[in-house]
């Protein structure tokens, strides 16, 4: 089918939108000793070598056939050897590029490139100061539909390796010095691994802040901008398209379970202006084919396991992907973001989903495990779940949070998206927990902490004081036998079906006699 498509490509380029990409590939290097490669990837160590990079190609082939975009960003690639073996290896199945660009950072590992079946007019480099690791930004002028499209293919610094946000703010100020002297009329894309979240001023953590709380993409390339505003907006300004995707689906890479929105298309007001070139609206999404996660939902990435290669897998970023038309931007009826509100927890239980953010100040944190909590506001008011948001709060601190979705997992409520708007102090919990007394007085609710409470095991229940609750424990191979009398020192009021108390780990509770 690809060959078949391949004669038909001029006239597919002629009458239907453009597909712009950005992809993360992990590492493409070749076997061929450069002496700036990372150490898992020197030819001839750690199972690196001519058949590895054989199916490392095949594998990104693969991925860049399916996702089939007509320019697409690269990131990760070692030279512009092994990105000609690449175009080699897309042509033989089907699915050629015939013009490339990449950037030509002395002493780095690794460039970012661009493939486009649209000309290449011309491409340079974008120097970011700093060390050899610093990679440069790839600006390429594209010919598309008669017109002069510029793309900016980023890969900015991880938050990795003492990844201070002042070394990403390098990047985006060179960016827009460079988009600065762009003639006024010109339209431009910016692509690419940003290593920052779509909402970097809300996720920037305390380890790499040392800019006062200022971030390279929300701050610098100015991208706090919603969809009605940029159609009107200045010069410099920026509409992340992230924006256009439900909350639980704004992510492209997932490291220990947390999910982040690192892979970005950006655009200016240009690009919503009705002239030339626009954005398809509603046209940006994530392209998650199966292959790309493993059985367990992770990321299926290229697998290095001790010290070896494996042959496996594809990349730890999935690629994202709009499309653009010289037909004009289709405005929407647009309304004003709403004021955000100051509610309370007890709020949050009125309702199924939530149309705007919320406030929520002076929570405390009074359970946490992981990245996942169990938060109040008052000593005898609700609590409520805190589910994969969790990461920046401390235990027995209180905090104003920015709330941004909820849900209700099988009856029990949670929140599962929000972040820290201030800290403001230690707390103590004694008085939000429940003991053996106040559980049996206590009207039983989801999300309430219990403490040290004593009591028998039996048939998936713990009976305490004549009382059955049922109980169960997150990991299966800690449930004790039947008839064993245990002490709870910590739990929580879940719901699944109904309500029952929830052991998080094996330190929340001892055996006390069999």
């Not at 391949?6 to 000793?33: G, M, Q, R, W």
């Not at 060390?131 to 900015?156: C, K, M, Q, Y």
């Not at 398809?280 to 290095?304: C, E, H, M, P």
């Not at 028998?456 to 004081?465: E, G, P």
């Amino acid at each position: 089918m690809r060959y078949l498509l391949f004669f038909f490509i001029p006239y597919f380029l002629c009458s239907s939108p453009i597909k712009i990409a950005t992809y993360n590939v992990e590492n493409l290097f070749d076997a061929s000793f450069q002496g700036t490669e990372y150490e898992e990837y020197i030819p001839g160590k750690h199972n690196w070598n001519s058949r590895m990079v054989e199916i490392k190609l095949n594998h990104v082939a693969e991925v860049i056939c399916d996702v089939d975009a007509d320019i697409l960003g690269l990131q990760e690639v070692e030279n512009k050897a092994i990105l000609k073996k690449l175009m080699q290896r897309l042509k033989k199945v089907g699915c050629p590029y015939k013009y490339s660009a990449i950037t030509s950072k002395k002493g780095a590992a690794i460039q970012v490139a661009l493939l486009s079946r649209y000309k290449v007019l011309k491409s340079s480099d974008i120097v970011v100061s700093g060390a050899p690791r610093v990679r440069n930004i790839l600006e390429a002028d594209v010919a598309v539909e008669g017109e002069s499209l510029t793309v900016f293919v980023n890969h900015w610094k991880s938050k990795a390796y003492k990844g201070y946000e002042s070394k990403r703010i390098a990047y985006a100020k060179a960016l827009q010095a460079r988009i600065a002297r762009l003639a006024p009329s010109k339209e431009y894309v910016i692509i690419g691994d940003f290593n920052s979240d779509h909402n970097a001023y809300l996720t920037l953590e305390d380890k790499n802040n040392d800019t006062q709380g200022q971030t390279a993409f929300s701050d610098v390339l100015h991208t706090k901008v919603e969809e009605y505003e940029i159609v009107h907006a200045q010069r410099g300004k920026h509409y992340t398209l992230w924006k256009e995707l439900a909350v639980e689906d704004r992510w492209s890479h997932k490291f220990y379970g947390k999910k982040s929105s690192l892979d970005q298309i950006v655009l200016p007001q240009k690009m919503f202006d009705g002239k030339g070139i626009d954005y398809v609206n509603n046209s940006f999404n994530v392209f998650k084919a199966d292959y790309l996660f493993t059985k367990r939902g992770y990321i299926n990435r290229w697998q290095y396991k001790k010290g070896k290669h494996r042959a496996k897998g594809y990349s730890d970023h999935l690629p994202v992907f709009a499309y653009f038309d010289t037909k004009p931007y289709e405005k929407e009826v647009y309304t004003k973001k709403k004021k955000i509100d100051t509610k309370s927890i007890e709020y949050l239980y009125s309702l199924e989903k939530l149309d705007n953010h919320i406030k929520l100040n002076n929570v405390v944190v009074v359970f946490k495990r992981g990245n996942s909590a169990i938060i109040k506001q008052e000593k005898n008011g609700r609590g409520i779940f805190m589910y994969g948001c969790a990461r920046d709060l401390k235990e027995g601190e209180k905090y104003d949070l920015l709330v941004e979705s909820i849900k209700s997992y099988y009856g029990l409520k949670e929140i599962t998206s929000a972040y820290k708007l201030r800290s403001k102090g230690d707390v103590k919990l004694e008085q939000y927990y429940l003991d053996s007394i106040a559980l049996d007085e206590h009207k039983l609710r989801q999300n309430e902490v219990v403490r040290d409470v004593v009591g028998i095991y039996k048939h998936k229940a713990i009976y305490v004081n004549n009382k059955k609750i049922p109980l169960h424990f997150r990991t299966k191979k800690h449930t004790p036998k039947d008839n064993t009398k245990i002490k709870l020192h910590y739990a929580y009021l879940g719901y699944y079906k109904g309500l029952q108390l929830v052991i998080h780990n094996k330190k929340d509770f001892e055996i006390m006699e069999k």
